[in-house]
T-cell receptor, first 116, second 119 residues
Framework: AQSVAQPEDQVNVAEGNPLTVKCTYS??????LFWYVQYPNRGLQFLLK??????LVKGSYGFEAEFNKSQTSFHLKKPSALVSDSALYFC??????????????FGGGTRVLVKP | DTGVSQDPRHKITKRGQNVTFRCDPI?????LYWYRQTLGQGPEFLTY????????KSRLLSDRFSAERPKGSFSTLEIQRTEQGDSAMYLC?????????????????FGPGTRLTVL
């Protein structure tokens, strides 16, 4: 069965500093990995995904993520955080070879607070 | 706005009542998903449709829950005899699945959700 772990419930960072949100995964095959962001009382907005190819994936709003197969990680990064990046971030995985692999399995979420 | 829409955005009901939610996916998307998100948790998969066919249901989807997508366009999720434990945000997502298997366009795009409160 596929699973995702986000080890940090909350990440605090000063505006202008680098932001990293951690994610590790467990799947039986090669994973499809996703990051979503959720603002209060809103649905999830897609940020980026890794399917295959370059391990460094660039996405929306200046975010990027690095796929590391040996460490089974897919950490989200932003070189310079903005106050408006304060939100709830979710990592998700799909396990394509799995017959039930059409669904996304989400981590518990990491709240990011960017202070001015 | 051509994104996923959900109606209503908020629903307050009394325990034991039935409720129905609607989801309108992005127009060309052939897959539609329902997830449930409780406070402080990540979304959990409930069920999904390929066109009008319901292809997978989670164990979370008890017999009080039923979902339909009658014409392969919008979908409804009905909860019968609601319980306080059903209080959650119900999220709908859609994606375009290519006919040749796993397509790089198969990203799930989410609607704003319906927040259900059962008193």
């Amino acid at each position: 069965a596929q699973s995702v772990a986000q080890p940090e419930d909350q990440v605090n960072v000063a505006e202008g500093n680098p932001l990293t949100v951690k994610c590790t995964y467990s799947v039986s095959g090669n994973p499809y990995l996703f990051w979503y962001v959720q603002y209060p009382n809103r649905g999830l907005q897609f940020l980026l995904k890794y399917i295959t190819g370059d391990n460094l994936v660039k996405g929306s709003y200046g975010f990027e993520a690095e796929f590391n197969k040996s460490q089974t990680s897919f950490h989200l990064k932003k070189p310079s955080a903005l106050v408006s990046d304060s939100a709830l971030y979710f990592c998700a995985v799909r396990d394509p070879p799995d017959p039930a692999g059409n669904k996304l399995t989400f981590g518990g979420g990491t709240r990011v607070l960017v202070k001015p | 706005d051509t994104g996923v829409s959900q109606d209503p955005r908020h629903k307050i009901t009394k325990r034991g009542q039935n409720v129905t939610f609607r989801c309108d996916p992005i127009s060309e998307h052939n897959r539609l998903y329902w997830y449930r998100q409780t406070l402080g948790q990540g979304p959990e998969f409930l069920t999904y449709f390929q066109n009008e066919a319901q292809l997978e249901k989670s164990r979370l989807l008890s017999d009080r829950f039923s979902a339909e997508r009658p014409k392969g366009s919008f979908s409804t999720l009905e909860i019968q005899r609601t319980e306080q434990g059903d209080s959650a945000m119900y999220l709908c997502a859609s994606s375009l699945q290519g006919l040749a298997g796993w397509s790089s366009t198969d990203t799930q795009y989410f609607g704003p959700g319906t927040r259900l409160t059962v008193l």
